[in-house]
């Protein structure tokens, strides 16, 4: 097994964008349901996981990837998300997007095998193996022809419990919302 200090990781300070559910009147630090979407790409059911988005592009084309499946009504009601940017400040992140990165991890895969959920998961599960290894930058499975557009994955359970402490701010950025007859007007 490849030791966490043979990999090129980093502390990471910056921002990320995260939705939630406008109806639910939702915290957007209630991290509660994440993890348990079954197609996560990084994470398998219940481990908990955040996905953050690097642009507010990044989270609207990821949101846009779970239609029809995940709002099934979605063509009769509006489907509403209240965006966020978190400011965040982790210890060590690994950033998969590189080259040098997945040769120390002794993983030969290039953007395009992200596609492969289960080559995703055992790369996400190897590294949250790793003692001190706190978060991921991967390469946003929309854009996989641009790796400057990219997703934070952090695995919650190596994060302290007060969000306070590695959450630095958080800002309201907006709604975003896909209306139905938003193509007739």
Known sequence: MTNATDVPHFPWIGSAFRHINASRGSDVLDFSHAGLFGRNRWNVPGEPTLYLAGDVGVAIAEWGRQFPSTYPDATIHPAQRDMFRLHLRLGTV????????????????????????????????????????????????AFL???????????????????????????????????????TR
């Not at 040098?100 to 790369?123: G, K, P």
């Not at 306070?164 to 919302?177: C, E, K, M, N, Y």
């Open 94 to 141: 690994v950033d998969i997007r590189s080259s040098e990165t997945l040769r120390s991890l002794h993983a030969v895969h290039q953007a395009d095998d992200f596609r492969d959920m289960n080559i995703a998961r055992a790369l996400a599960a190897s590294l949250r193996r790793m003692p001190h290894v706190q978060a991921m930058l991967v390469p946003s499975i």
């Open 145 to 183: 022809d641009d790796l400057s557009r990219w997703n934070l994955v952090v695995f919650l359970e190596k994060m302290p419990r007060a969000t306070a402490s590695w959450i630095t701010r958080v800002d309201r950025v907006g709604p975003l919302t896909w209306s139905p007859d938003a193509g």
